[in-house]
């Protein structure tokens, strides 16, 4: 039994892995601070993000003991300084983890302090849950999402993100644009959109010149409309 | 006052004319207020004429509400990309087959259609290699009259396709190489979201004069086809919408995303060109699938491609020249249908004494609708185009997700296969309002008259 702090991360999860001893999803994390089996009494710290985190998993470590899933922040951590998600504690199958493995879309969850209780689970003994950077609100015809960032740069980045859990192929092409206004960002995911429906046909159709960027204490907010 | 079945919205503010909402009293009792805030921002357009119309399955959507109608002085007028919608000519279309399928030929009949429709974000038949530039081209042109000379339509399907399946005026000199791109590998595809290709029955008659005078009878099968121009519509639609931001176009529009050009302008001419163009691939789009279907029917059940027969095809995103009390004028239908009435010119000779064939589906577990059009003048011979949705997508999802909707469905006789188990949940027939309350305000509003009720039976979702 062991104790550590980290982050639970929310992904869409690749479905056709290799068969072995896979972590269950709400079990996968990065790991920030590993205390073995002492015990850690203290009351856990909110981290300095003013929202969560985010990025793309862009391929598969091959570790002592574990097969784990090598994150791309888009702004990269302090801490820890090599992070990983740990995915299967069955070694040896590379080729297949090779094989299997497309990029897809993450952003950190929560930060909590971690209880190992065997069996591949772990307890989350305290908690401190982060500001999500986007969130699917309803929409009559189409899909909607709240998407925040603190500049539009974030709002452009969060926003494709968003579109990459619904695609997740299309995460590969996000890269470290800075758009200036909200049509930049309207007009940039639509060339994402365009190359996802070229490559292998996309079930989204476009993002919509609608809706205002809104301030809302420290963070922008804007409602994305997406037809489909 | 009113007539009976509509509501009136007097001119306030900016409203150039008065609003119309087509609806019941059933139908009055859903919060609609910002799609009629919507309705009433259509009626700020310059050049409109009549009212700013919404039909009785209307709902947010963008800039114009779905279930809108709005036309324009051609000379004064504009061409608004959000009054048409990003898929243009998305629409549906029916045909019939005079005899029962059987319980043990379902799922044959379900596997054939399956394999041989394309569905979901899947490809279509039109890669490089399959159609050449100037064939893609000219189909652009000449919409479903291009399946006609390469074996893949009859005559009589254009006969019964409005506006003989082609829109005059297209033109793909305007037409980004991305759009072109993106409609060419899914030619011949149903696409995602609600679109489908479902078998089922004639359920009931309401009109027995018009369902014989159409050849359709009570127990027959029915065959719908709902989908549109795919990634082609979208990307024109998209294309148009950055270049009028980006010119300034919605500047003093009492919304952005109602962005128009006027329609003599060399803008609004070349949208016009490219939505034509559009608008053909659409209908040579639900030709194609026609094709596949009458090839999975033969394959499966040995049926002759030819018996089974178109009844209409429909667009319901569209905006088009049309002559109303003897003026030209340019009507957007975006989530609405044309129902042009008995006696008008436009229409085939088998259609002349009855008026147009309307469909509407409504979802894949309770009914569709086949109507006649009435013509009716205060809404430029329009009707409603769907049931509408009462659950947003992720509230099916939420609702769904984690059970087994396919197996919910055929407990309830409806055989589903998709491409996406998502898009099954997303699509469940309680995501829909029930599409019989729409054609009954449809129907007290003297817009189109009920002539049979369709049940579903086998349904290919994207």
């Known amino acids: 039994m062991s104790w550590f702090l980290g982050y639970s991360v929310e992904a869409p999860w690749p479905e056709d892995l290799p068969t072995g001893e896979i972590l269950p999803i709400e079990s996968r994390h990065i790991t920030t601070q590993f205390f073995g089996s002492k015990k850690f009494e203290e009351k856990i710290e909110k981290p300095p993000f003013l929202i969560a985190p985010g990025g793309v998993v862009d391929g598969v470590l091959f570790l002592k003991h574990v097969v784990a899933y090598a994150p791309s922040f888009f702004e990269p951590l302090k801490e820890p300084p090599l992070p990983h998600i740990t995915i299967s504690r069955t070694t040896g199958q590379e080729e297949m983890w090779e094989k299997a493995f497309k990029p897809f879309p993450f952003y950190l969850k929560g930060f909590h302090l971690f209880h190992t209780i065997g069996h591949l689970q772990y307890e989350k003994v305290q908690s401190i849950l982060l500001e999500a950077p986007f969130e699917e609100i309803p929409h009559t ?88 | 006052m009113s007539e009976k079945g509509f509501v009136t919205y007097p001119r306030e503010g900016d ?42 399955d209307i709902h947010w959507g963008y800039g114009f509400p779905i279930g809108g109608v709005a036309a324009f002085d051609l000379e004064h007028g504009v061409i608004s990309p959000g009054g048409v919608g990003y898929d243009i000519n998305c629409g549906v279309r029916l045909a019939v087959l005079d005899r029962k399928i059987e319980e043990k030929e379902r799922e044959r009949l379900v596997t054939a259609l399956y394999e041989e429709i394309p569905s979901g974000v899947g490809r279509g038949s039109g890669k490089r290699g399959e159609i050449s530039d100037r064939d893609y081209e000219r189909l652009c042109i000449e919409g479903a009259k291009f399946s006609l000379e390469h074996g893949e339509a009859y005559p009589e399907d254009l006969e019964a396709t409005e506006s003989y399946g082609k829109i005059d005026g297209a033109n793909l000199s305007h037409v980004s190489n991305e759009a072109k791109n993106r409609g060419r590998d899914q030619l011949g595809s149903i696409g995602s979201g609600n679109h489908f290709v479902e078998v089922g029955i004639v359920e009931e008659v309401f009109s027995e004069e018009i369902a014989k005078a159409w050849g359709i009878k009570k127990g027959m099968t029915s065959l719908l086809i709902h989908s549109g121009s795919r990634g082609f519509g979208h990307q024109i639609c998209q294309d148009t919408l950055d270049k009028y931001m980006k010119k300034g176009y919605q500047k003093g529009l009492k919304d952005p995303q109602l962005v128009a050009a006027p329609f003599r302008s060399q803008d609004g001419q070349m949208y016009f060109a490219s939505m034509a163009a559009a608008a053909n691939f659409a209908f040579n789009n639900r030709q194609r699938i026609l094709h596949r279907a009458r090839k999975a029917f033969h394959k499966a059940l040995g049926i002759a491609p030819k018996e089974l027969r178109m009844i209409y095809d429909v667009c319901h995103n569209i905006a088009k020249i049309e002559n109303h009390g003897g003026r030209d004028l340019l009507v957007h239908r975006k989530g609405a249908t044309r129902a042009f009435g008995p006696g008008h010119p436009e229409l085939a000779s088998a259609f002349q004494k009855t008026g147009q064939p309307v469909i509407v589906p409504g979802d894949m577990g309770r009914a569709s609708y086949l109507l006649a059009g ?89």
């Open chain 2, 374 to 462: 009435l013509g009716h003048p205060l809404t430029f011979a329009s009707c409603c185009h769907g049931a509408g949705r009462h659950l947003s997508r992720i509230q099916s999802m939420k609702k769904w997700g984690g059970k087994d909707p396919v197996a919910y469905m055929k407990s309830q006789g409806v055989i589903v296969k998709a491409t996406s188990p998502r898009t099954i949940c997303e699509e469940m027939p309680d995501a829909y309002k029930d599409v019989t309350t729409v054609i009954e305000a449809v129907e007290e509003a003297r817009l189109a008259k009920a002539v049979v009720r369709l049940r579903p039976s086998l349904v290919i979702k994207g």
């Open chain 1, 141 to 228: 015809a189409d899909i909607a999402f709240k998407v925040k960032g603190r500049h539009v740069k974030d709002l452009y980045l969060h926003a494709a993100l968003a579109l990459s859990f619904r695609a997740p192929t299309l995460c590969k092409w996000i890269h470290g644009y800075i758009p200036n206004s909200l049509d930049e960002v309207v007009t940039s995911l639509n060339k994402l959109l365009y190359l996802l429906d070229i490559e292998e046909g996309s079930p989204l159709k476009a993002v919509s010149h609608a809706g205002f960027v809104e301030e809302k204490g420290q963070l922008l907010e804007w409602e994305m409309i997406v037809d489909v």
């Open chain 2, 15 to 56: 409203m150039l004319v008065p609003a119309l909402l087509v609806a019941s009293h059933k139908i009055l009792q859903e919060d609609l207020s910002k799609p009629i805030e919507q309705l009433k921002n259509v009626a700020t357009l310059p050049g409109i004429v009549g009212h700013s119309l919404a039909m009785p």
